[in-house]
């Protein structure tokens, strides 16, 4: 079966819900024009990635995390039903990523939308990175699934350094991900070192590597889905001066094959559109002949996987026989 699937790469509407829902209804509703049936959009997405808490401190960042707190967007709200209504009317599968807020705490969330406009499931980033935990909680075990089955195959999807776990992406292959959603923010290129220390791993190039690494290992179809920032939001995003944000830049969206094969050409770093391949789940069989290391490729007498699946609760209510 042929399935075309998309991959965002565009700028978000910075800080501001109302103005991010139309945006993702609008791009949602050009890539069911161009016949998109699994689309994959960037890690918060809604409303934007605050890429200044890696620039300035926190204390300097305080302004804009309240106006970020009170644009993130609930679960349950009548923007994201919006956006529901906005897939089930394009008949498509979306991997939809968003800054969720839940009572008085924020959540790197990832909601995976059918075709029929439902939340068919729901996870959360498993460990924010680094400075991010500043900002955003931790997703618990219903995190840890990955892959839902679909019209169009098995997706699955993680945000940002979640492809830098091992165990997490052994575990998505276990599941059966046959089209992964890589859902990843703005990454820039090596700023000049002799204006700040810098590690390679936090470039664009290095996620761009990560990605299609998932691909080969996974032997699956990988979508990479990345933010752009531009000249004119940069003060917006209290970004102006530093080293690192160069504009336009940001991003590095791609489509993988399950060998880890391009499959698109790639947009201008900071250029905005929708990456489209048209892709056969059938070509996942002959990578899998190679290497398939939840498989024939495994050794689990040798080397196995210990997976916690029970939700822990905040509280408890004990009850009297």
């Not at 209504?85 to 959540?107: H, I, P, Q, T, W």
């Not at 969330?109 to 498993?126: A, D, L, M, Y």
């Amino acid at each position: 079966m042929t399935i075309r699937v998309g991959a965002v790469q565009a700028e978000p509407v910075w800080l501001d819900l109302d103005g991010s829902v139309e945006k993702t209804i609008s791009l949602i509703e050009s890539a069911a024009q161009d016949g998109v049936q699994v689309l994959g959009f960037p890690e918060v997405w809604i409303p934007g990635y605050p890429w200044s808490m890696w620039t300035s401190s926190v204390i300097n960042n305080t302004h804009i995390i309240h106006e970020y707190m009170n644009n993130s967007m609930p679960r349950d709200s009548d923007q994201m039903r919006r956006i529901q209504a906005a897939v089930k009317k394009a008949g498509m599968f979306v991997v939809l990523g968003y800054s969720e807020r839940d009572g008085g705490s924020l959540y790197m969330g990832q909601s995976f939308i059918s075709p029929e406009g439902e939340i068919v499931h729901h996870r959360r980033k498993i460990k924010p990175t680094h400075i991010e935990r500043t900002i955003w909680g931790e997703g618990q075990a219903e995190s840890l699934k990955c892959v839902v089955p679909s019209p169009f195959g098995k997706i699955g999807g993680l945000n940002c350094w979640e492809h830098l776990q091992p165990l997490l992406r052994y575990y998505e292959y276990s599941q059966g991900v046959q089209i992964h959603v890589a859902s990843w923010p703005a990454e820039f290129e090596m700023p000049d070192p002799k204006k700040i220390a810098w590690l390679y791993h936090e470039t664009g190039e290095a996620s761009y590597r990560a990605s299609q690494f998932m691909a080969i290992e996974g032997q699956c179809f990988v979508l990479v889905a990345s933010q752009i920032l531009t000249e004119e939001n940069v003060e917006k995003n209290n970004l102006t001066g530093n080293p690192v944000t160069k504009t336009p830049g940001g991003g590095f969206s791609m489509i993988f094959g399950p060998d880890g094969k391009p499959l698109c050409e790639p947009l201008g770093p900071g250029d905005e559109g929708i990456l489209k391949a048209d892709v056969d789940l059938r070509d996942i069989d002959y990578p899998k002949a190679f290497i398939d290391v939840v498989g024939h490729y495994a050794r689990p007498d040798l080397l196995s996987l210990l997976v916690n699946p029970t939700v822990d609760t905040h509280v408890t209510t004990m009850r009297k026989e």
